[in-house]
């Protein structure tokens, strides 16, 4: 096997089919490196503990970066030919970026898990893992380890401190704004300096104006500056000037800026994604909730779709989360609004 071709996103059992040309026959333990930003460490953890309690001579060296330093490194060890064996990518941009050093991974899907392998997978999942493939490249680069949504969430303690209730509509968000910044704190705490926050929130607001739209305009199908994009950017901007977001949030990054900030109870609300439940598990299940995804266009109103999602495991999960969960971190789009 080419020794530049490696596996974006993949999960661990794949890896092996990868790498089974590089190890020598004599080897006792296969050693199998990867790198990325997410799952964090806590997850990307258990799910190597569970790995080896089925494959015990294989070692799985991991490394999980924040996202910045992630894409420095990646860029740094793609130019150097030493990108290791399993990689985190977004698909998309990110992925066509790097594709020269991928390997298509159906043919293996389809050897491990049978020729109905995509069912094992979230169907919109399946359908992002190949965003920006040309249109006869039908091969998946990436499979799917996460698929998530991005979602604004309230900080328990703060807003039972000031006796609040998590706003429906765009005025309740606004006298939110006021008494939390009287007292010190932001109303919507925001890391902006880094990109992939900005588009989130940006994918937000667009998917709700009009969703899956976006898509076409990334295949060059529409303009960004056609009236729906342009009306999501608005909103983007009127969330600064009405002060909902904190001041200096393009100088503040989302990891570990924001985060540090969130953890130490400074933030009444925040937007981050369905990982989150992860990070919030370990100390203070509920520090945390989900209130709603944002749909300005329709008369200011926040549509409480996912209201109930606790940061904590729920003993008998609800339908709806499970379902929410399995969107991918662009996709707020039809399937949510089903729910």
């Known amino acids: 096997m080419p020794k530049k071709r490696r596996n974006p996103w ?69 130019a150097g030919n030493s990108l290791p064996d399993i990689i985190g990518l977004e698909p998309g941009a990110l992925t066509q970026q790097y594709k020269q050093f991928l390997l298509p991974l159906q043919d293996l899907a389809a050897k491990v898990w049978g020729s109905n ?29 996460l698929t998530q949504t991005i979602n604004l969430w309230y900080t328990v303690p703060v807003f039972q401190e000031l006796n609040l209730q998590p706003p429906k509509t765009y005025d309740e968000l606004l006298k939110i704004a006021h008494t939390v910044q009287s007292k010190g704190a932001a109303a919507l705490l925001v890391g902006a300096a880094d990109g992939w926050v900005r588009r989130d929130i940006y994918m937000q607001l667009i998917h ?23 009306s999501a950017m608005h909103w983007w901007k009127r969330l600064f000037d009405d002060g909902i977001i904190q001041p200096g949030a393009l100088g503040l990054s989302a990891y570990p800026g924001s985060m540090e900030l969130i ?77």
């Open 117 to 145: 392998w995509k069912e094992k997978f979230y169907p919109i999942a399946i359908e992002q893992a190949r965003l920006g493939n040309a249109k006869e490249d039908e091969n998946f680069y990436g499979l799917p380890v």
């Open 263 to 339: 953890e130490a109870g400074r933030a009444a609300m925040f937007p981050m994604g369905a990982w989150w439940m992860q990070q919030y598990r370990r100390d203070c299940p509920d520090f945390c909730r989900c209130v709603s995804r944002m749909s300005p266009e329709r008369g200011s109103q926040m549509t409480a779709w996912a209201a109930s999602m606790l940061c904590s495991e729920f003993p008998n999960p609800p339908k709806t989360r499970k379902q929410h969960l399995g969107l991918s971190p662009t996709g707020l789009m039809e399937q949510a609004r089903r729910h």
């Open 208 to 230: 709700n104006i009009a969703p899956g739209l976006i898509y076409k305009a990334e295949a060059g199908e529409l303009k960004f500056t056609d009236p729906p994009f342009v």
């Open 10 to 78: 993949c999960l661990l059992p794949l890896s092996l089919a990868l790498i089974a040309g590089d190890i020598p026959a004599t080897a006792t333990e296969k050693t199998v490196t990867f790198r990325s930003w997410s799952p964090i460490v806590e997850t990307t953890n258990q799910m190597i503990a569970a790995f080896n309690q089925k494959n015990p001579d294989i070692k799985i060296e991991a490394k999980i970066f924040n996202y910045p330093d992630y894409l420095v490194d990646l860029q740094t060890r793609a």
